[in-house]
């Protein structure tokens, strides 16, 4: 049974951090390429980061580029989501995605909130 598990958002204020993780099982965690999609209340999900199964290249949405950064461990199964000088615009349920060749996976997300 396929399982992505999200975890780490919070309530955090402006200028600050978070890190998210999202752990992985019943797929080859290593031949999968690895996304994080957000969706703000109102508002269509959008995509926000990706890590190549290696971990070699990554690619970011303009909106956070310098600020949040994607990496993977495959050892562990994990993919993280470090996200730095958060803004109230970043309020969001955040999603872990996997691209296992033709197959796309999702968890069930966590809650970022961004406010003083």
């Known amino acids: 049974q396929v399982q992505l598990v999200e975890s780490g958002g919070d309530l955090v204020q402006p200028g600050g951090s978070l890190r998210l993780s999202c752990a992985a099982s019943?797929?080859?965690?290593?031949?999968?390429?690895m996304n994080w999609y957000r969706q703000a209340p109102g508002k269509e999900r959008e995509w926000v980061a990706h890590i190549t199964s290696t971990g070699r290249s990554t690619n970011y949405a303009d909106s956070v580029k310098g600020r949040f950064t994607i990496s993977r461990d495959n050892a562990k199964k994990s993919v993280y989501l470090q996200m730095n000088s958060l803004k109230p615009e970043d309020t969001a349920v955040y999603f872990c995605?996997?691209?296992?060749?033709?197959?796309?996976?999702w968890g069930q997300g966590t809650q970022v909130t961004v406010s003083s």
């Open positions: 019943g797929f080859t965690f290593v031949s999968a390429a």
């Open positions: 995605n996997a691209v296992a060749g033709l197959v796309g996976y």
